[in-house]
Every structure is written in C-alpha cells, then in structure tokens.
C-alpha cells in the first residue's frame, strides 16, 4: 500500500501569524509572519521563478530564480524524494551582478528526476516555488555505464596529455619558413590584427600568408571538431584595472567531460575554479573566461588552451616595461564641471587602458582620451561630471596601473537649487606638477640611453674592423641581373671562406642602422616591390660573423644558387648609391573580358629600360598588347583581354623586379538593346499567354533566376522556365489579373551578378463599382446620389455607368441606359415619397463590371437636421457680438443650406431673429449688430436642410454688450494658511482695479509644478470666486511649486508666485506625548506577549528610536510606526526582556524621551526547607533555604506565618523580607508552634514551605521554699550583642529590614548611625527596640542609602557596637 506524504509545515513561533498573500507570479507561495509590515520592509518574492525542465541524461540542467524582499531573503534549495547536500551533483551559485540564484546539476541522472522547491525566507515571512526536472535517458542502461566510463576517464591518466607542448612531436620546420608560433596567433587573431603580426615576424608575402592561413584553418577546423561544436567571439588577452589579465572565448563541447589544458610557451600551466589561484578558469554557459592573477613581467608569453590535445585558442600577451613616473590624482568636481585624470609613462605608449568604476572607457561623447606626441603624458577627461560619475578611475599600461577616486560634490548656489543646472567651463584635477617638464626630462633621457648604445655599437665596429682582415669580393659572371637574397646562417668558423659577390657593376644593398646593440645574425633579403607598390627594405644589424648572402636561382640558368660572403661591417659609413630603384611598383588588376587592362609601374631614373614577362616568359609589343615607356613610367597595355591573358606579370629593370596579377572576369553581360527591349511591358488579357526572353554572354556555370514582385518563379503548371548558356525564357500560361507586377531575371555567375526588370500588365474586366452610396439630395422633386470607382479598373479607364432603378413594390428593373464615366448621378423622375433602389455596372474597353444595388432611397422624405453646436462667444463690443457654431453631426441625409440665429435678453422669455427667415445665414459664424451697450445676451443656433429648419442648440452663455475688459491684476497677500501630508491650503487678497490698466478679477486658477518638473498643472478647470484654495493629493514631503492667476472677461492676469517652494507637511511641531497617564512601570508573566502604545503629535515625521537600557532593541522586538504613534512589541517575552525601555522621537524642531520599565516575571516556586532553632529564651529564629527563583528575580522576597495550638489560625509575624531568616518572638513555653514560609514577588506568592512543629515544655517542680541566708545579689550586666547585623544588598526603591539582638541590665539605649551620623529621628527609617530585639526598617532604599551602618547600645555599666554594610544594586 503507498502511503501519501504529508504536508511538511513549519512550525511558527509563539505571537506569529500566517498569512497567505498572492505573488504578481503565478505559481508562487507567500506566507506573511507579521500582521503589518513595518515601512520599507516586503516579504520574499519571485520576479523570476524557475521552470520546469525536460533534459537528455548527461547534459547541464539549471534552475534560475530571482528573488525580492528587505531584508535580504536566504534562498534554499530541496527536492521532493531525497537530497541536495551532495555537492558534485548540486551546486547553489549566486550572481551577485544579475541577483540571479542559481542551482546546477551537471552531468544529471535519471535518480535525480524530481519535483524541486526553492524556498526564499526573511523574518516577515517566505516565498516558495515548485520546478520539475525531467530526465530523458540514452538508452537501457546506459546512464550506468556512461557515468562509470566518465569517472575512469577522470581517474585514468593520460599519459600524452600530460606531455608538454615542447615535448609533442612537431612537424620539421622547412627552411626559411616562419615560427610555428606565428601561425598560432594568426589562427585565433582578428583579420585586423593579420598586418601587425605580420610585421612582428618580418612576413612580406600576404599572399602566400593567406593561401598557407588557409589551409591550416581547415585543418584546424577539422580538429577541433572532434572535440567542439563550434568556437566563436575570440577575444586575446588585456589587462584588467584590478591587476589581472583575462581572455575569453565561447565554446560548445561535445562531451561536458571533457579536459581542458591551458599552455604558457608549450609548458602546461595548473588552473582552479577559484578566484584565489594565480590561473583561474570561469565557465559561464558556453563561454570560458581564463584569469592571471597578480600580474608580473615573468607572465608574458605565449597562451594556448587544448580540449583532449587539441589546440582551440591562441593568444600572446606582451608586458611592456613601462612604469608610471607621475600616477593619476584624486580629483574633486563640482557639479557639471570637466574632471582630468593624468599620468607620466616612463617608455612612450601609443595608448594606454583607462576604467571607470572597473568599466574599461573609450572615446566618446563622455570621454576623451588624449595623448601627447612624445607618447609620454596621458590624460582623461571625464565631462560634464554628474553624481553618477563619481567613483574609482585607474589607469593600465603594460601589467603596472595607478587609480583614484573622482569626488563630484553638488553644487551649492543657492539659486540654482531645485532647478536644472547649466554646464561649466571649468576643469577640475591635474597632477599639480608641471608634466612637460617631466616627460621632457624623460624623452631626453631617452634618447641619451639611446645615442650611448648607437656609440657602443659604432666602437664595437671600429674593433672589429682593425682586428678582421678586408677581402676584396671576387666576381662571378651570371646571364642576366637576378635578385639577391641574404639568408639567414649559423656563425661562420674562425676562419671564413672566400666570399663570392656579384659582379662589380650590379647596384649596391640598402643597409640602414641598427636599432640594439647586441649584434646578431639575420635575414636580409633583396630590395623587392611587392604587389601593392610598397618599398620592402630589411634592416641588416651589425654581424660578428661572416654573413652568407645567397642569390635566387635564375630563372633560365641552372638553378644552381650564386652565394657571397662578406666579412667586413655592413655599417652606415659603407652605404653608397643603391642606383635604379623602383618608387611606385605593380599593382593587381581586375578586367572584364573584352575590355583592356593596363600595369603601370615607376622607376626611380628615364635612361633605364626593361623587360616584361607573363608566368616566365618574356612579352613583346604585338596586337593587341602594347609595351610603353614614358619617361619613368614603363605600362603594359592590354587591349581586349581575353581567358588567356590572365596571370602573374613581372617587370625587370637592372636587377629589381615587380610583380602583379591580371584577372579577367567574364561576369554576367546583357547587350544595351536587348536591355531595352526586355523592359517594355507586356501587356495581355486575362487567360492568355506571357513569354520574355533574354539574350545574355558570361562564363559558365550560370545560374538563372526568374522572380515576380520578388517571389522566385519555379517550373509549374502554368509556368516554364527554359534555359541555355547565352538565353532564358520566361512563358506564364493563362495569365490572371492578380499576376500583374514587376518581372526580374537575376543571373549570377562566380565574377558577378546582374539583374533585368520588365513588368507584366494582366488587364480584365473592372471590379463592381465601391458603396456605400452617398446621397446629395432625396427631395419630392429629385434623388441625386453619388458612388466611388471601382477599386480595379482591370487595367483600362472606366468609360460609362450602366444604371437600372427599381420602385418599391414592383418586381421590374426600369433601364435607366448609360451615363459618362463620373461616379454621380440625379434621378428627377421621382414621385414624392417613393422608395427606389439603383443597379450600377462599371463599363470598359476590356467588359463590364458585376453589378453593385443601392439600399431604398425615399424621395422627398422630411428629414429634419439635428441641433448644432452651442454658440461660442468669440469677442464682445458695446455694438456687435461675433458668434461661432459646429454643424449638426445629423444632417438629416442631405446638405445643410443655412442657420437660424435667435437672441434672448437676461430675464426675458421670449426668443428674437437675428436674421431674417428668408435669408438663412450661409457660413457657421456671425456678428450681432443689434444689440444695446451694457444688456446682457444669449444666442441660440439652428440648421436647415432641404426639409426646413431643425431643433435648435442650446443657449449659449449670457455675455454682455460692451467693449473688452483688462485682464485683472497680481493677486495680493498670497501665502499658505495650512498643510499636511497630502494637502495644501492657500489664502489671497483680490488684486487692485485700476481702470484702463487692470479691471476687477472674476475668478482665480491655482497652479502647481513639483520641483523636478517643468510643466505647470492647473489644480481647478473652471475658475474659482473664493479667495482660498485647498490643494489635495500631494505626495509627502514632496517639493512644490505654487502660483495663483486672477481671470475675467479680459483673459488671464499674470501669475503670482509663492517666495519659495513649499513641502508636503504639516506645520513643523516639536514632538510630545499626548497620552495623559503613561505606564513608567510593567509587570508581565513570561511567554506572553508584551505592547506599549505611545501616542504622540510631531510635524514633519519624526524619527522613532527605541534603545533598552541604552542599547539598541534586539531583533525579536518588533517597533511599529505609524503617523502618531508607536507600537513596541515582543511577541513572547522572556526574563532576558527585562529591562528599561526608552523611545527617542526627534524631528527638525527638536525631540523628546519616555521610559518605562518593563519586568519579565512568573509565580515564584517555594523556598527550600524551613529550619527553627532558639537562640534567646522567649524567641524562635526561623531560617530557610532561598527560592531557585531568587537568583534570577531581585524583587522577590519573602512572608512568614505563625501558628499556635491555642488560636489555631495562621497570622502573618513578617513580610518583604529580603534575607533567610527571622526571629519570631512572645514564644510562650507550653504551646505548639508552626511557621510557613511563602516567596513573593510582582506576579503572585508561592507555595509555602512549613516547619516542624515546635515547643518549649514547661517544667513543673515541686515547690520547695527554702529560705536561704540573704546575700546581697545584683542582676547589672554590660551590653553584649546576642545576634549581630548581617550583611546586606537591596535592589533600589526597595525595602530593606535589618535586626539584630542585644542583652544588657539596666537595659541598654541603642542608637543607629549610617556613616557615623545618627539616623534614630529621620523619618525615613522606621527603627523599634522590643525585648532586646532591635530593627531598623528602610522604606525605599535609593542610591544614598549605600553606606555603612552601626548600632550601639550603651548602659551604665558599658558600652558594645556592631557594624554592617548596605550595598544598593541597580
């Protein structure tokens, strides 16, 4: 049997409460703890909730949530059947940028198929969410064994995976070929990072570059596939403002398992997931992010990152040596001011890094990076600085930074404040030092470090000069000029072999000077032009050794290479003139078939003539190719190139070359006529047949395509498409009227793409003519009616109107015959009344139309218009009244011919003409000129059609026959006679009348504006007579502006504003309480709840601060605040609440305190056994052990009872006692006694704890009178302390009793002294002296009270004392 699981429920705290409340998210649980919320405080929350997935076994299942509340809730995650603690299958992350929470399960199981929650929980309350994760498994058992073939995987070494980067077999490099590690860069680098690497590693053939990039980006595609899906957004390493570099790239593997290695120079480098290690890798979905923390120079090098042994991505990241002489400075900005943040470099820099608030900047329109021409000095300018800006600016270069803060204060101008502020001219920042001075000093520097190592050089050549013998070069004839190439060599043995040179009269090698000072063996190559025209002269640095300089093979020689060695310095003072040269070389030509193609290259002197060459074979001047020199120009000239006359040319001049490619293209052609011929439309009927045709020439393959209003045409039932290599055929069969449009043929082939239009016009019988069917007039006498076009004329002008009419009632349709093509038509063969329905046809040169019915038209129907607008007053004179009205929207089915015009006298009842009846008025306005000076008036209007005059409007408002009045003045006195929170209440004086300049004010607006707007809202629409205003709805403490306008029949007066702006409140009020008793004292049983209710009045809102004894309150009290009053709540107190509780409220005008105690108590338990023991005849001491409740309560004393067998009831003998025990006294022997102990404090009185019985037993003698010798006796005695004063500690404004017991014959006076002063006649301490038991009782001890105090009895026959000490505890 399965058993249903139950609800898990979590338990809720004494005084909460659970409240469910609706999230805006379907889906979402929330449960309030509180009743009310505290201001600012929300529950959890989901913006976001997770959902529920469906995910193939192995793969990375994600559940995302976003999540809201104050406080911050704490977000966990559970599952329905089993756990999540196992963190190799559930990982909970938190981004804190995107206040996402997340839980991954990488590599996921069927077993982990679940329902899961996420529950989010703050103190007020908590949000819970479901999310099911669905597992789709690879097959039988096979997520078993997959995941033990990945944990052997894990586990297993892999040998050759281990092996570094150095240590792997390579392929051998070819001589003469560049690093293998240039190509690693280029594989990973951007197309404009391709010149820069180039350079780098002296590679001048981009060509051959790109054909050999090429292939190996096919074999590294080839690779990778294996291991990725695809690799994209490659980004190289750069220095990050927090001292670490990063480079990133996304990523797809095909299998989640497998390793990735990272490489430094082909040494494999350990990496973490965490932050905390020097290499770090961060995997955010599909992009990996690789980190270098605490940068130094020994990180530069050579980055590669390998998936299973194979390369993915490649970076170099170079440290410069550069460190900041002068570091940026903190900046302090005013408001819409220009920051400038600069730094001194020790070495120049083309650019250098710049972050804002750990956001790399560019320029922009906020930004502008400057740099000085020596490279050294460089700023920033931050314009326009707002709050936002300020923050943390740093500077990178290389792996060395500097940072600052940017401070941007407000600005304080009082008379810009609430307003928007305009943009300075001023800057604010700069180092304070003079930077050209530094980098001046720098740049010299410089350049001395520079000349000493250029010196150095130039010495170490003069040494090895003298100490190397001169060998003179030995020619060696060749056929004709070739190309030198110095090549590379090993160091040459001490003793160098004849070198071999070229003959003496070849031109010389360009050598320039050396850039370091250590020499070295290198590359120099032959002065060569390349394709593009530039220059290539390699730099030759100054060799210890012998250089070998080898020769290209001629190319119609042997091919055996010509070789000279050369021991002398290749130096400066050696470069003598390098003869003809070229200064503008070939450049790549593209020409199309047919037309000509010219090379032109430029020579550095006229007297030096050339030879041409295609692909190695030398061309002459012949038809069709042309060979001219002009001065300096040599030019190839190709008149009509053909297929053939593609390739690589070369031009040779005294032993230089240049070459270039002509390619010719044979792209899609189509001949001007044929052109022109295609692009007439055709133009057919409906069903009949289309065909355009198109000749054209081009390289084949072609590809042809037809298309109509730019959808492609493809073989179909009414259309063929017929192709050949110069021609193509469009035929569109049984053509409709919907197929007419655009016509385009597109041919396509590998040089180009051309495309021909034409237009196919289908023509066909017009649609019907288009309703409704306006009517212009249904009189007894004619109905005129109008109609529109048909929407489709079929391609030719409507010509007539077919029209047919049918009377009501009759089953016939008179022919009405044909009328032009204008859509109106007037039927006056009409009878008064009569009903009549039209059939229209539209008729042209291609057929007519179907036929469009008219609905029943009745002809002289009296058909009243409906009342016009209201007349508006438009300007008023002492002689004429200018009036305005709307037409009637029911114009009762024909046109309005005129308006009525009626005016009525205040306090009249009858209606005048203002026009006569036989002239209606034509336009929609008039001028009243019968009117008298100073009567006021009111106007009505109303329309008449063909049936008569309709209803008229309503009156219009009474208006005066006088001349315009002045807009009225300032208002006078405006001020605020009261507001709140949410209202405003306003008071002003009636402005001044002062004739001919301002007339008397009729009503008044009220305006506001809040402070952050620009636009002012009128409060009341329609004008107001009273000189007050109240302004409602306003937000609290918000800022406004207020102004109130006087009106009248003049217009608008101008505005009169308030001083200054006004806020949202009250009138200010210093805070107080308003409760006439208030509790200072609170007595409450632990576990309940505890309240106190303060009421108070302050303006504006107060602070409400609530300490316990001087400390803020803990986080279980909760404070309610509301406008008014303040509520303290603990829902379930305990002892530890104890304690004084003090509430702060304190606003702008001042503040005011109230304390109140609070005692967190419950019934005390018993005292422990009771003890009775006789230390004076006639007295009992009864002591006790203390209450387990004393410790913990200060007020809890005690009470002690008394019975004997005489009386047999219980009386109360002490009370309030704070000490164990008590002497009872008047113990009478004979009688039994028993004594109750009871503890006592604020909330009740305990059990008692009774004694054993006690009694003193009376002997009985027998009597015996014996008359002994009389003696004289005497019974004096000193005073002597039977009981001394015990130690006492008494909380404050508490009662505290102390005893003791003193003998003595005659009896002795006592007295008692607090710090040697007698205190037996103050009124505050109740002493008694009763059969030697003397007391002393402190009815509220205070802070005074905490001293010493002393009894001393004295007689005549001595004097004893007894002292004890009172300590009062707080």
Known sequence: MKFRKTKDEEPTAPGQVKIKRRSRVPGVMITQYVEELPEGKTTPDFTRKPIALTIQEGKLAIFRAIITGDPTPTVTWRRNNGNTDDPEKYQVIFD??????????????????????????????????????????????????????????????????????????????????????????????????????????????????????????????????????????????????????????????????????????????????????????????????????????????????????????????????????????????????????ECVLSQPLEKISWFGKTVPLTQSEKYDIQVSEDKLIHRLVVKDCLQLDKGIYAAVAGIKSCNAWLVVEADKEPSTHGKKKARKTTTAGGSGVDLAKIAAEQNAKIQTERAEIVEKVKQAQAEKEVAAPKQEPTPKPTEEPTPEVVEETPPAPEEPKPAKVPAPDKPKKIVKKPAAPKPKPVVVESTEVKAEGELVEEEIEVVEEPIIIEEEPSTEGDGEKKKRVRTGPLVPDTVIDPGVHFTSGLSDVSAIMGQSAELVCKLSSENCDGVWYKDGKELMSEEGLAIIKDGTYHKLVISKCKEEDAGKYRFEADGRKTEAMVIVEDPPRIDPDELAKFSEPVIIKAGQNATFKLDFVGREPMKIQWYSEGEELLNDKNIKLEKSSSQSCLLLNKCQRKQTGEIKIKLKNEFGTIEALSKLIVTDKPTPPQSPVEIVEASAHCVEIKWRAPKDDGGSPVINYNLERQQLGRNTWKKIGMIPGVPHYKDTDVDHGRKYCYRIRAITADGTSEVMETDDIQAGTKAYPGPPSTPKVVSAFKDCINLSWSPPSNTGGTNIVGYNLEKRKRGSNLWGPVNPLDEPIKAKEYGVKDVVEGIEYEFRVSAINFSGAGEPSTPSDFVFARDPKKPPGKVIDFKVTDSTYTSLSLGWTKPKDEEGVQDEAKGYYVEIRPAENTEWDRCNSNAITTTSYTIIGLKSMAMYWVRVIATNEGGDGEPQDLDNYIIAMPPPVRPTFTDRKMTSFMVVRAGNSTRVNINFKASPMPKITWLKDGMPISKKVTVSNAEGTSQLLIPSSERLDTGMYTIIIKNIVGQETFSTEIRVTDDPKP??????????????????????????????????????????????????????????????????????????????????????????????????????????????????????????????????????????????????????????????????????????????????????????????????????KLTVRE
């Not at 980006?217 to 750069?238: D, F, T």
Request: charged share 30%.
């Open 96 to 341: 804190p940028n995107s206040n996402e929470h997340q839980l991954q399960m990488p590599n996921v199981d069927p077993d982990q198929a679940d329902t899961y929650k996420c529950y989010a929980v703050n103190e007020f309350g908590k949000a819970v969410v479901t999310a099911a994760l669905n597992i789709i498994e690879v097959g039988f058992k096979k997520s078993k064994a997959l995941q033990q073939a990945r944990t052997a995987q894990r586990e297993m070494p892999a040998p050759h995976l281990l092996k570094t980067r150095a240590e792997r077999p390579k392929e051998e490099k070819k001589e003469g070929e560049p690093d293998e590690k240039f190509w690693e860069l280029l594989l990973s680098a951007s197309k404009n990072d391709y010149e820069r690497i180039c350079a780098e590693y002296g590679i001048t053939d981009f060509r051959w570059m790109l054909k050999k990039l090429n292939e190996k980006k096919k074999e590294r595609e080839e690779e990778q596939a294996q291991v990725v899906s695809y690799v994209a957004n490659l980004k190289p390493i750069q220095v990050k403002s927090e001292g670490s570099a990063e480079f990133e790239f996304e990523m797809d593997l095909k299998d989640p398992t497998s390793r990735i290695f990272l490489y430094k120079d082909g040494e494999m480098v350990p990496f973490s997931i965490d932050d905390e290690e020097k290499h770090s890798l961060k995997q955010i979905g599909k992009k990996f992010v690789f980190s270098v923390k605490d940068l130094l120079p020994e990180d530069a090098g050579l980055y590669q990152v390998d998936v299973e042994g194979v390369n993915i991505f490649s970076t170099d990241f170079k440290v410069p040596a550069v460190e900041f002489l002068v570091k940026i400075q903190e900046v302090k900005a005013t408001e819409r001011e220009d920051a400038v943040f």
């Open 1167 to 1364: 005292p422990g056994p009771v003890e009775l023991e006789q230390n004076v005849p006639g007295t009992v001491t009864v002591s006790w052990m203390a209450s387990p409740d004393e410790k913990r309560d200060d007020r809890l004393h005690y009470m002690v009872t008394k019975r004997d067998s005489v009386k047999r009831s219980w009386q109360t003998v002490a009370d309030r006692l704070f000490n164990n025990n008590f002497t009872a006294v008047n113990i009478l022997p004979g009688r039994e006694y028993r004594f109750r102990v009871y503890a006592k404090n604020d909330m009740g009185v305990s059990d008692p704890s009774e004694s054993r019985k006690w009694e003193v037993v009376k002997k009985k003698e027998k009597f015996t009178l014996n008359m002994p010798e009389s003696k004289p006796c005497t019974f004096d005695a000193a005073p002597s302390f039977l009981v001394p004063l015990k130690t006492r500690s008494s909380p404050e404004s508490y009662e505290c009793y102390m005893s003791c017991a003193v003998s003595g014959n005659p009896a002795p006076h006592v007295t008692w002294y607090r710090n040697n002063i007698s205190v037996n006649t103050d009124t505050n301490y109740l002493i008694s002296n009763t059969c030697g038991v003397c007391s002393m009782l402190i009815l509220r001890v205070g802070p005074k009270d905490n001293s010493e105090y002393k009894v001393i009895a004295e007689n005549q026959h001595g004097r004893a004392e007894c002292t004890t």
